[in-house]
């Protein structure tokens, strides 16, 4: 099973271990420090799901989501919020933005890569 996954993520601690699970779990990935190198990457290579972590510096994961979700050539690709943000109305913000799905930090390294797959699944992106 592949999938090519874009992290967009600040945190070098959570990239790798993001990056350990996908990995593992047959996903290939690519990483964007903040949200300007996370959207070019995304307009000019192609994704099968794009994970985003809301406290990014400078521009949020909201801003990020919505202007990924603006280029109408990533409208099926599902993005996923993963965010320690475990504030009420977190995962509402990060659905209204454009985001598909929301996982939680720390992320579940026995169901993260599972969640993932969930995701790909719903939005009818089977990983090929
Ligand atoms: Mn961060």
Same mark, same amino acid.
């Given at each position: 099973?592949?999938?090519?996954?874009?992290? !967009? /993520?600040?945190?070098?601690?959570?990239? @790798?271990?993001? &990056?350990?699970? #996908?990995?593992?779990?047959?996903?290939?990935?690519?990483?964007?420090?903040?949200?300007?190198?996370?959207?070019?990457?995304?307009?000019?290579?192609?994704?099968?799901?794009?994970?985003?972590? !809301? /406290?990014?510096?400078?521009?949020?994961? @909201?801003?990020? &989501?919505?202007? #990924?979700?603006?280029?109408?050539?990533?409208?099926?690709?599902?993005?996923?919020?993963?965010?320690?943000?475990?504030?009420?109305?977190?995962?509402?913000?990060?659905?209204?933005?454009?985001?598909?799905?929301?996982?939680?930090?720390?992320?579940?390294?026995? &169901?993260?890569?599972?969640?993932?797959?969930?995701?790909?699944?719903?939005?009818?992106?089977?990983?090929?």
């Amino acid at each position: 099973m592949t999938g090519r996954v874009l992290l !967009i /993520e600040d945190n070098e601690a959570n990239r @790798y271990l993001a &990056t350990y699970l #996908l990995e593992h779990g047959g996903f290939h990935v690519s990483h964007a420090p903040d949200g300007p190198s996370g959207i070019d990457r995304a307009s000019t290579e192609p994704f099968d799901i794009i994970l985003i972590d !809301i /406290e990014l510096p400078g521009m949020d994961g @909201y801003a990020v &989501t919505a202007a #990924l979700r603006g280029n109408p050539a990533l409208a099926d690709v599902p993005m996923v919020a993963v965010t320690s943000h475990a504030m009420h109305g977190d995962r509402e913000k990060a659905l209204a933005s454009g985001c598909t799905g929301y996982i939680e930090k720390p992320v579940n390294p026995v &169901t993260f890569v599972r969640e993932i797959r969930d995701q790909l699944g719903r939005s009818g992106r089977e990983p090929r």
